[in-house]
């Protein structure tokens, strides 16, 4: 069972917006600022989306948007688009003794 | 070009070892904290090991406390990970990765990964 509690499957038609949520404690994502996502097509390495809570490396798409509230960490992409489905997954630091905890990971579909 | 190369992986016994490493290019290595990240067939990612910039610092995931090291040349560009005592879950690919914030301060996230290099645990 992962740190991180993440949807298993979200799904949207082109143009629309989908959120995916990432829930974890005080010890980590309600604690600190730095949650991360990540964007993982199969047998591909993971591509960071979104650090920081809400900041986009640079040539992120700004359809892509993160948020924070409480224990619960939010990535919003807008516009959707055919190239969005992959596996998403939230990341945080933590005061456990791992460190880095990451979320189980959520298939988005495109439909 | 900026890019982290893995290699060492293979197909190895349970209790033995293998020494995994991470070229590193196009990029002042000595400058970022670095990751090894590993993701099991079909499962999600785990964090495994950090080491600051400098490699004064190094953290490990309890699942490999004590039987992984990580360590880092900075005057080769090059990050390691010596892996013993291998169980059949260490199975997975391993990725190495570059903390998103240069310095002394970990950002905790990572903002370039390798392609990875795949360890497999079995008898």
């Known amino acids: 069972q992962s740190a991180l509690t993440q949807p298993a499957s979200v799904s949207g038609s082109p143009g629309q917006s989908i959120t995916i949520s990432c829930t974890g404690t005080s010890s980590d994502v309600g604690g600190y600022n730095y949650v991360s996502w990540y964007k993982q097509h199969p047998g591909k390495a993971p591509k960071l989306m979104i650090y920081?809570?809400?900041n986009r490396p640079s040539g992120v798409s700004n359809r892509f948007s993160g948020s924070k509230s409480g224990n619960t960490a939010s990535l919003t992409i807008s516009g959707l688009q055919a190239e969005d489905e992959a596996d998403y997954y939230c990341s945080s630091y933590t005061t456990s003794s791992t460190l880095v905890v990451f979320g189980g990971g959520t298939k988005l579909t495109v439909l | 070009q900026v890019q982290l190369v893995e290699s060492g992986g293979g197909v190895v016994q349970p209790g033995r070892s293998l020494r995994l490493s991470c070229a590193a290019s196009?990029?002042?290595?000595?400058?970022?904290?670095m990751y090894w990240v590993r993701q099991a067939p079909g499962k999600g990612l785990e964090w495994v090991a950090i080491?600051?910039?400098?490699?004064?610092?190094?953290y490990y995931a309890d699942s490999v406390k004590g039987r992984f090291t990580i360590s880092r040349d900075n005057s080769k560009n090059t990050l390691f990970l010596q892996m013993n005592s291998l169980r059949a879950e260490d199975t997975a690919v391993y990725y190495c990765a570059r903390d998103t914030s240069s310095g002394p301060l970990p950002d905790w996230s990572f903002d370039l990964w390798g392609r990875g290099t795949l360890v497999t645990v079995s008898s």
């Open positions: 920081d809570v809400s």
């Open positions: 080491i600051s910039y400098d490699g004064s610092k190094k």
């Open positions: 196009g990029f002042t290595f000595s400058r970022y904290a």
